[in-house]
């Protein structure tokens, strides 16, 4: 039933036209509070009997969650996470097949339930601007605010970027809302949202954290390495050495938004960086796969700016080889970044390749004919382009030589693909695996 809901609300365009017109109605904030209170009183409202952490952004989300749910559960107990890639009751690993970031307010309480009856205490929670739009957490207890960036995406369902921030803020106003003794946010520095809204929100205690600029909690020294990351974290004048397990400069940011929870929620400095420094990489986020002195790397990046950060990465880690990049953009949405994401790959890239990546109902030829406006150079020039994603992938395996970094872009963890001919059990690490076999 789920299902067939899902694919009659595609069909009507409900996110891109229906919703946008009904989202500020009286009438929807009423059914919204009705689900919420409703949901809560089905499951016994387990978030006010845990401390609950939320983590909304552009990039880093899924990373930032697990790290957070990591230093919690090594140093303070039991906790349960929900991120895109993940939902996590412990210890024990499951994969998130619903394709959502934010769960709906009655799956979401049933989770909790569950957690809070098995002994639970913690939750650490992504949070999308889709699921804040759209009320999915309405009754349910915020903590802590966690941010780790805001650059453009779903500009299509949200009027502006503005309009996209306000909704990632009320996040943070629910935070500031609760019926708790502390409200608690963690805040970038180096964004230009974070930096605002630290001057606009005042909470009972709040960490900001930054690269750039003078922050409470900074990384200095900053080393990346193909396959881990080294920089030292500066807080109350005193540095801590750390070494990551996860590759690229936008993870220390990450690392840094953790660290400032772990602060927050009172884990001792020195626990906080053992733990990270035990952390390994989430499926599907910067997955490393060396093969016969060829680099392989499977990663979620999806808009603009997480590709620049990706292969500003592999530029600065590459041993004299070249960088081959596999990428496409999803039907249906974010039309806006697709000549953007095509101009990104073209000039950090020597080699492009571009092909299929849930087109779903939309034509991929039409999608790759707009990636294609802002790419310079010309088809054969070491630019490719093969529609679907299997051949597309076996182009890239015949094209790489000793020491190029390969880079297969867009899907991640993901374990099917939305084709213009239906859902397709399809993941990229394991077709990677196949094709090499290994």
Not at 258 to 266: C, D, H, N, Q
Request: proline fraction near 3%; hydrophobic fraction near 40%.
């Amino acid at each position: 039933m789920r299902k067939l809901l899902w694919i009659f609300k595609k069909i009507i365009f409900w996110d891109m036209i229906w919703f946008p017109l009904i989202k500020n109605t009286f009438l929807y904030s009423v059914w919204h509070k009705m689900n919420g209170n409703l949901a809560n009183m089905l499951y016994g409202n387990p978030s006010s009997q845990m401390f609950v952490i939320w983590v909304t952004g552009t990039d880093g989300k899924t990373t930032t969650c697990n790290l957070i749910h990591h230093l919690i559960q090594t140093n303070l107990g039991n906790c349960v996470m929900v991120s895109t890639a993940n939902i996590k009751f412990g210890d024990q690993t499951n994969f998130n097949d619903t394709k959502m970031t934010s769960l709906n307010v009655y799956d979401l309480n049933k989770l909790l339930a569950q957690a809070k009856n098995q002994g639970f205490n913690y939750a650490v929670i992504e949070t999308s601007s889709h699921g804040l739009s759209q009320s999915r957490f309405e009754g349910i207890s915020f903590s802590c605010g966690v941010l780790t960036n805001i650059t453009p995406e779903h500009l299509d369902f949200h009027d502006n970027m503005e309009d996209y921030a306000d909704t990632k803020k009320k996040l943070f106003i629910n935070v500031l809302k609760n019926n708790l003794t502390n409200k608690l946010a963690v805040l970038p520095k180096d964004d230009e949202y974070g930096r605002k809204w630290l001057t606009e929100m005042i909470f009972d205690k709040q960490m900001d954290y930054g690269i750039n600029l003078s922050s409470t909690l900074k990384a200095e020294n900053i080393v990346e390495k193909l396959d881990h990351t080294t920089c030292e974290i500066r807080y109350l004048g005193k540095n801590y050495p750390l070494t990551l397990q996860l590759p690229a400069k936008f993870n220390v940011y990450n690392a840094l938004a953790a660290i400032s929870t772990g602060i927050l929620v009172e884990i001792d400095m020195e626990k906080i960086i053992k733990s990270l420094e035990e952390f390994l990489p989430v499926d599907g986020r910067v997955n490393i796969l060396n093969h016969k002195d060829i680099h392989y790397i499977v990663d979620f990046a999806h808009t603009p700016a997480a590709l620049k950060s990706l292969l500003e990465y592999t530029k600065t880690t590459k041993w004299n080889g070249r960088v081959i990049t596999l990428f496409g953009a999803p039907g249906l949405r974010d039309v806006y970044k697709r000549s953007e994401m095509g101009k990104i790959v073209d000039q950090l890239s020597d080699i492009v390749i571009v092909t299929e990546d849930d087109s779903q109902t939309e034509s991929t030829y039409s999608i790759i004919s707009q990636i294609n406006e802002w790419i310079t150079r010309k088809e054969g020039d070491n630019y490719f382009i093969q529609p679907t994603r299997e051949y597309a992938l076996k182009l890239a395996l015949s094209l790489a030589q000793k020491n190029d970094i390969v880079i297969l872009a867009g899907k991640g963890h993901e374990k099917f693909l939305l084709t213009n001919y239906g859902k397709t059990p399809r993941n990229d690490m394991d077709k990677l695996k196949e094709f090499l076999s290994i």
